[in-house]
């Protein structure tokens, strides 16, 4: 069992960073970051596999960066130019397989969720 542990989310303004923490309690190939807004289905905004590629909602891309520190077990999500539509819990996942999964069921372990707020 792998227990998933986030950290990092909060009230932004527009514009502003924050940058999630992931840290996890075993070994797993593949991790993303996925958030759900209230009413809406939980959506893949970025993910990271060993070895290294990624994957980007395009919501996202050229704004947000996931990254990992294998030596800490932890992965991050780097998020800069926050918009009000970025407001959501997101939900740090593990999957114990390779190779990158787009949909949650494709993951195996999963995070509390932490909240975002981009809101002036």
């Not at 932890?74 to 949909?103: F, H, W």
Request: net charge positive.
């Amino acid at each position: 069992q792998v227990q998933l542990v986030e950290s990092g989310g909060g009230l932004v303004q527009p514009g502003g960073s924050l940058r999630l923490s992931c840290a996890a309690s075993g070994r797993t190939f593949s991790r993303g970051w996925f958030r759900q807004a209230p009413g809406e289905q939980r959506e893949l905004v970025a993910a990271i596999t060993t070895p290294a590629m990624t994957y980007y909602a395009n919501s996202v891309k050229g704004r947000f960066t996931i990254s990992r520190d294998n030596a800490k077990n932890t992965v991050y999500l780097q998020m800069n130019s926050l918009k009000p539509e970025d407001t959501a819990v997101y939900y740090c996942a593990a999957r114990i397989q390779s190779g990158l999964g787009l949909l949650p069921t494709a993951y195996d372990y999963w995070g509390q969720g932490t909240q975002v707020t981009v809101s002036s």
